[in-house]
Every structure is written in C-alpha cells, then in structure tokens.
C-alpha cells in the first residue's frame, strides 16, 4: 500500500472514524444542548424586542398624555379667567340689584313715613278741633249759664244742630 504523505492507512481509517464521531457528536450535541440554548436566547431576543416596542408604545402614550396636560393646564388658565368673568358679571347683577332694592324700600318707607305723617297731621288738627271745640263749649257754656234762658237754650241747640247738620254728628 502506498502511503499519502506518509500516512499509513491505519492513521487514515482513524482520522475518517474520529471526523464521523466528531460529526456525529456535533450533531447529536447540538440536538441535545444548542436547540435549547438557541430557542432560549431566541426567546429572550423576543422577550427584549417587545420590552422595548411596549416601552416604546408607553414613551408614545407619555407624551400624548404629558401634550394633552399641557393643554388641560393652558385652558385651565383660559377657564379659570371665564369663571372669574362670569364670578364678576354675577357680582355686578348681585350689587345693582340690591342698589334698585334698596331704593325701592327707601322709596316705599318714605311714602309709609308720608302717609303716617300725613294721619297724624289729620290727627292733630282733629285732636285740636276738639279741643277747641271742648274749649269753646266750655267758654259758651259759662256765657250761656250767665245769661240765657230755657227758651233761648232750646233755641240755640236747635240752631247749631242745623248749621252743622245732620251728617256732621253722623260722621
């Protein structure tokens, strides 16, 4: 037998047994331990890629919700000046109200106040009436008694009645 750089077969023979087992190992090896080890980090790499398109989802919808704080607080500013406007416009109804209701009370205790003086006015000039009345009848009866007669009593009472007349003493 001729040697390959010399090589005797035997040392071939190995060498192709040994390349066969080594395949065989790879193989059977990569079977039992890389299969896992690859689907575990393939695994893990998908785990990492949605953890980071969630995170980047969450980022997205931060800042939409950060935009529309900004916006709620920019129109909070807007409304709160709206609500003290109308606060302000309700003030100035509230005050103009009682103002008017005030003068219409005034004006209505000034007209009582008129009319009660106006009856004591009527009251007082009647309470005067009467006191010169209770005078005068007084001072007529010391006259009267002095110098008058039945008859000429008789005569004056009738007289009087017929100057004041009926409707007066009714009255």
């Given at each position: ?122 009251k007082a000039a009647d309470d005067m009436k009467r006191e010169m009345i209770s005078i005068a009848s007084l001072m007529a009866e ?24 009926d409707q007066t003493w009714l009255s």
């Amino acid at each position: 037998m001729e040697r390959l750089f010399n090589l005797d077969a035997q040392l071939l023979f190995d060498a192709a047994i040994l390349a066969i087992s080594v395949f065989v190992m790879f193989t059977f090896l990569s079977y039992l331990l890389f299969n896992p080890v690859r689907d575990m980090l393939k695994k893990r790499q998908d785990r990492v890629k949605n953890d980071i398109q969630t995170a980047e989802e969450n980022r997205d919808e931060a800042l939409k919700l950060k935009a529309d704080y900004e916006a709620r607080i920019r129109n909070i500013d807007k409304e709160a000046e709206v609500i003290l406007a109308e606060a302000r416009q309700k003030a100035l109804k509230n005050e103009a109200k009682i103002l008017e209701d005030a003068k219409e009370e005034a004006a209505r205790m000034i007209a009582r106040a008129n009319a009660q003086i106006e009856l004591e006015k009527k009251k007082a000039a009647d309470d005067m009436k009467r006191e010169m009345i209770s005078i005068a009848s007084l001072m007529a009866e010391k006259v009267v008694k002095a110098s008058m007669t039945a008859n000429i009593e008789e005569q004056l009472v009738e007289d009087t009645l017929k100057e004041i007349g009926d409707q007066t003493w009714l009255s």
